[in-house]
C-alpha cells in the first residue's frame, strides 16, 4: 500500500493527525483533506490540483514546485510554508494564514487572498495577475519584481515595511496604509 492510500484511508477512518508525512511528487489530484495536520510535511513537487484543504494545517510544510491549481486553501494555517515555484493559480486561500510564507516565483494568477494574512511573506517575483487581495493584511511583505497587473488591492493593509515592485503606488490601488504593527 502506498502512503497516499495509506493516507486516505486513514483519514477516511477519522484520523486527522498527518504531521511529517513524506508524499514528495505524491499525486494527490481532488484529495478531500479539509482541517487535516500536514505541519512540517513534505508534498514538494505533489500534485494537488482541485484538492480540498480548506482549515487545514500546513504550518512549515514543503510544498514548493507543487501543483495545487484550483485548490481550496481557504481558511488554512500556513505558517512558514513553502510554495516557491508552486502553481497557485484560481487557488481559493481567502482567510488562509501565511505568515512568514515563501512564494518566491509562485503562480497565483487569478487566486483568492481576500482577507488572507500575508505578514512578512516573500512574494518576490509572484505573479498575482488578476488576483484577489481584497483586505488582504500585507504587513513587511515583499513584493519585489511581483506582477500585479489586474490585480484587485482594495482595502488590503500594508505598512513601512512593505516592499512594493518598483513604480507601483498602493494608495491609487485602493491599499491602506497600517502603522503601529
Avoid at 494527490?28 to 487535516?36: G, P, R
Wanted: charged fraction near 25%.
Amino acid at each position: 500500500m502506498t502512503n497516499v492510500e495509506q493516507l486516505l484511508r486513514q483519514y477516511w477512518a477519522g484520523e486527522r493527525d498527518f504531521k511529517r508525512i513524506n508524499l514528495h511528487a505524491a499525486d494527490l489530484k481532488e484529495v478531500c483533506l479539509i482541517d487535516a495536520d500536514l505541519e512540517e510535511a513534505n508534498l514538494e513537487g505533489a500534485n494537488l490540483y482541485r484538492a480540498n484543504l480548506k482549515g487545514s494545517c500546513l504550518y512549515r510544510t514543503n510544498l514548493a514546485r507543487s501543483n495545487l491549481r484550483e485548490a481550496n486553501l481557504s481558511g488554512a494555517e500556513m505558517w512558514k510554508i513553502d510554495l516557491g515555484q508552486a502553481n497557485l493559480e484560481e487557488t481559493d486561500l481567502s482567510g488562509a494564514n501565511l505568515n512568514g510564507a515563501y512564494l518566491w516565483k509562485a503562480k497565483l494568477c487569478i487566486a483568492n487572498l481576500e482577507r488572507a494574512y500575508l505578514k512578512e511573506v516573500n512574494l518576490v517575483q509572484c505573479d498575482l495577475w488578476r488576483a484577489n487581495l481584497r483586505g488582504a493584511y500585507l504587513i513587511g511583505a515583499n513584493l519585489t519584481g511581483a506582477s500585479l497587473k489586474g490585480a484587485c488591492l482594495e482595502r488590503a493593509k500594508y505598512d513601512e515595511k512593505t516592499i512594493f515592485p518598483d513604480d507601483f503606488d498602493p494608495i491609487s490601488a485602493g491599499m491602506q496604509p497600517c502603522e503601529g504593527y
